[in-house]
Nanobody, 115 residues
Framework: QVQLVESGGGLVQAGGSLRLSCVVS????????MGWYRQAPGKQREFITS???????SYSDSVRGRFTISRDNAKNTVYLQMNSLKPADTGVYYC?????????WGQGTQVTVSS
């Protein structure tokens, strides 16, 4: 059984920064793909970023250059550093891990960026 718990969301002004964390419990391999999606109000969940290793990451065009994903395998944790936040970044952020051939999700953490 795998469980994911996100934290670090909150309210921030445009131009500000937040750092999200996601702790994964269970026997997840250090090379298991992990990442983040987000869901804005009234919209579908969208891919933000993923990581396998420090040199194997991907980002959506909407966040590339502003967001950075990292992972600490010793702590079973994936991080999302978000800089230069915009009101369009508002939404619920979900972390995921690929385990036993399927995606496992956290419960989400709310990020609100005010203008």
């Amino acid at each position: 059984q795998v469980q994911l718990v996100e934290s670090g969301g909150g309210l921030v002004q445009a131009g500000g920064s937040l750092r999200l964390s996601c702790v994964v419990s269970g026997s997840v391999a250090s090379t298991s793909p992990m990442g983040w999606y987000r869901q804005a109000p009234g919209k579908q969940r969208e891919f933000i970023t993923s990581i396998i290793s420090a040199d194997t990451t991907s980002y959506s065009d909407s966040v590339r250059g502003r967001f950075t994903i990292s992972r600490d395998n010793a702590k079973n944790t994936v991080y999302l550093q978000m800089n230069s936040l915009k009101p369009a970044d508002t939404g619920v952020y979900y972390c995921y891990v690929v385990y036993m051939g399927r995606l496992h999700w956290g419960q989400g953490t709310q990020v609100t960026v005010s203008s």
